[in-house]
């Protein structure tokens, strides 16, 4: 079955750019999408297509794709941002949803 | 409000089965496709099943293909999955997703969860 792989952790001070990235086969063909989600908390989208970015998502997340690879890149870390983020996607027929299997960001 | 609300969670034996409920409200349900995605205490999260906006066309992952089932009542504006053969490997919180407009592969409303434990 198709598998999306993320980093299990990253760790970076406040202010400084994190970079979380996410590896699958179909990537080339099909969209990545990104949520952060905190403890005891769902899912909140925050790059569509990519890296677009939905109303009320700070400037300082940002979204890109090259090859295989997705990045998600926040800048300016805060605080706030510790969270585990997950990428999603679709195998190559784009029929089955597929999650990464989250990367959890420490703020140190 | 925009929201969606599950229910149904809770304790069940290995070999049992359960119903969820998914309540949608403040937007039409009927014109948007649905899914299911669940987390096992302290994994990550899994996308179980799919259902388009008129109930044509559903997707299982492998792991729960022929022993769970969703559908819809769009008149009811709700969501349901029905868990047969429960497995301890089933417990998880179970959130109602919606899918994002129609050629969109995002989830963009998610439900608070309902949680599942399948154990003796």
């Known amino acids: 079955s198709y598998e999306l792989t993320q980093p299990p952790s990253v760790s970076v001070s406040p202010g400084q750019t994190a970079r979380i990235t996410c590896s699958g086969d179909a990537l080339p063909k099909q969209y990545a999408y990104w949520y952060q989600q905190k403890p005891g908390q769902a899912p909140v989208l925050v790059i569509y297509?990519?890296?677009e970015r939905p109303s009320g998502i700070p400037e300082r997340f940002s979204g890109s794709s090259s090859g295989t690879t997705v990045t998600l890149t926040i800048s300016g870390v805060q605080a706030e941002d510790e969270a585990d983020y997950y990428c999603q996607s679709a195998d190559s027929s784009g029929t089955y949803v597929v999650f990464g299997g989250g990367t959890k960001l420490t703020v140190l | 409000e925009v929201q969606l609300v599950e229910s149904g969670g809770g304790l069940v034996q290995p070999g049992g089965s359960l119903r969820l409920s998914c309540a949608a409200s403040?937007?039409?349900?009927?014109?948007?496709?649905m899914n299911w995605v669940r987390q096992a205490p302290g994994k990550g999260l899994e996308w179980v099943s799919y259902i388009s906006t008129s109930s044509s066309t559903m997707y299982y992952a492998d792991s729960v293909k022929g022993r769970f089932t969703i559908s819809r009542d769009n008149a009811k504006n709700s969501l349901y999955l029905q868990m047969n053969s429960l497995r301890a490997e089933d417990t998880a919180v179970y959130y109602c997703?919606?899918?994002?407009?129609?050629?969109?592969?995002?989830?963009?409303?998610w439900g608070r969860g309902t949680l599942v434990t399948v154990s003796s």
């Open positions: 997703a919606r899918l994002a407009a129609a050629g969109m592969g995002y989830f963009d409303l």
């Open positions: 403040g937007f039409t349900f009927s014109s948007y496709s």
């Open positions: 297509t990519d890296s």
